[in-house]
Nanobody, 120 residues
Framework: QVQLVESGGGLVQAGGSTELSCVAS????????MGWYRQAPGKQREMVAA???????TYSDSVKGRFTISRDNAKNTVNLQMNSLKPEDTAVYYC??????????????WGRGTLVTVSS
């Protein structure tokens, strides 16, 4: 079993910055991909950014150039640096960790979510 604890977020002014962090803990496990998703009121959950075990990052078009995802494999953490925030970035942000089950399969673990509110 893997537990995820998210931190960061809160109320930020438009144009400002904030950082989200997520720490994975539990019994022995190997992490494949890590990422951040978000869900705005009345909308579906969407991928924001993800990073592979090798460090390759992927971003949604809406945050490319403004957000940066990073991971620390030694600490089982994934961070999301969010710059130039816009009111449309307001959402609950969820951490996702994919734990290897077999060489070709993984299990998804989700954090409880942390709210980011961007005021105009």
């Amino acid at each position: 079993q893997v537990q995820l604890v998210e931190s960061g977020g809160g109320l930020v002014q438009a144009g400002g910055s904030t950082e989200l962090s997520c720490v994975a803990s539990g019994s022995s496990f190997n992490i494949n991909a890590m990422g951040w998703y978000r869900q705005a009121p009345g909308k579906q959950r969407e991928m924001v950014a993800a990073v592979s075990s090798g460090g390759t990052a992927t971003y949604s078009d809406s945050v490319k150039g403004r957000f940066t995802i990073s991971r620390d494999n030694a600490k089982n953490t994934v961070n999301l640096q969010m710059n130039s925030l816009k009111p449309e970035d307001t959402a609950v942000y969820y951490c996702l960790v994919v734990v290897a089950v077999t060489p070709t399969d993984g299990m998804n673990y989700w954090g409880r979510g942390t709210l980011v509110t961007v005021s105009s």
